[in-house]
């Protein structure tokens, strides 16, 4: 099983970018897609990003298609999301997930997951 820690979390404002890391250890990290998921508050977990370990094509959920872009390093088993115009709405916990190596899964199935990092966005 990948075991994954997020980094980069922190406290910004409405329209401020922030960049969040994950790196990824025990896998074949070129095997697993990566996805990025979020939780607000008092909410349930959403899908937010994913890259394909098979092309490396990027999908991204509606609400922050244009603004966040998902990007790895297979040399350095990181996997990043990166955030441009954070609004208030992006305020949540937000983690890292793999799935199982060569799966077809994007936006659900993931088979390992992170701690998770905080990311408040005020207006």
């Known amino acids: 099983q990948v075991h994954l820690v997020e980094s980069g979390g922190g406290s910004v404002q409405s329209g401020d970018s922030l960049s969040l890391s994950c790196v990824a250890s025990?896998?074949?990290?070129?095997?697993?897609?990566m996805g990025w998921f979020r939780q607000p508050p008092g909410r349930d977990r959403e899908f937010v990003g994913t890259i394909s370990w098979n092309g490396g094509g990027t999908y991204y959920a509606d609400s922050v298609k244009g603004r966040f872009t998902v990007s790895r390093n297979t040399a350095e088993n990181t996997v990043y999301l990166r955030m441009n115009d954070l609004r208030p709405e992006d305020t949540a916990v937000y983690y890292c997930?793999?799935?199982?190596?060569?799966?077809?899964?994007?936006?659900?199935?993931?088979?390992?997951w992170g701690p998770g990092t905080q990311v408040t966005v005020s207006s």
């Open positions: 025990g896998g074949y990290f070129v095997a697993h897609t």
């Open positions: 997930a793999a799935t199982k190596p060569y799966s077809g899964a994007l936006y659900s199935g993931y088979a390992s």
